[in-house]
């Protein structure tokens, strides 16, 4: 959708939804007709305004990348997950065409 916590999850009357997570359960905020008023319930949410709090943060750089930070992951890092405490405990993946893509492993964050 291009909206944070808005998804499409039918074709009905209100096909969009909002969702966060709350003390690791999924919450589902409500229906909607439009994305836009869905993003509209989101911006309204303590999530959205940690998130407002996180971007407001000085960027996290890694050879003239910005790494975008996630409290939600527990690698402190968005779309990089820690497995184990091997020789490469760490993995990133992203979400391509609606596939999970594993870019590798990695020894550190």
Same mark, same amino acid.
């Given at each position: 959708?291009?909206?944070?916590?808005? !998804? +499409?999850?039918?074709? /009905?009357?209100?096909?969009?939804?909002?969702?966060?997570? #709350?003390?690791?359960? +999924?919450?589902? &905020?409500?229906?909607?007709? *439009?994305? %836009? %008023?869905?993003?509209?319930?989101?911006?309204? *949410?303590? %999530?959205? +305004?940690?998130? =407002?709090?996180?971007?407001?943060?000085?960027?996290? =750089?890694?050879? /003239?990348? %910005? =790494?975008?930070?996630?409290?939600?992951?527990?690698?402190?890092?968005?779309?990089?997950? +820690? &497995?184990?405490?091997?020789?490469?405990? !760490?993995?990133?993946?992203? !979400? #391509?065409? /609606?596939?999970?893509?594993? &870019? /590798? #492993? !990695?020894?550190?964050?």
């Amino acid at each position: 959708t291009g909206f944070k916590g808005v !998804y +499409k999850v039918s074709s /009905g009357a209100t096909p969009y939804h909002v969702q966060v997570y #709350r003390n690791g359960d +999924k919450v589902i &905020l409500g229906h909607f007709a *439009t994305a %836009e %008023e869905a993003a509209r319930c989101y911006a309204r *949410t303590p %999530e959205a +305004k940690a998130d =407002l709090a996180v971007s407001a943060a000085p960027p996290v =750089l890694f050879d /003239g990348v %910005e =790494l975008i930070t996630s409290e939600r992951s527990n690698s402190g890092f968005k779309c990089v997950c +820690k &497995l184990h405490n091997g020789a490469t405990p !760490y993995y990133a993946q992203v !979400y #391509r065409k /609606g596939k999970n893509v594993v &870019l /590798g #492993r !990695y020894a550190t964050a």
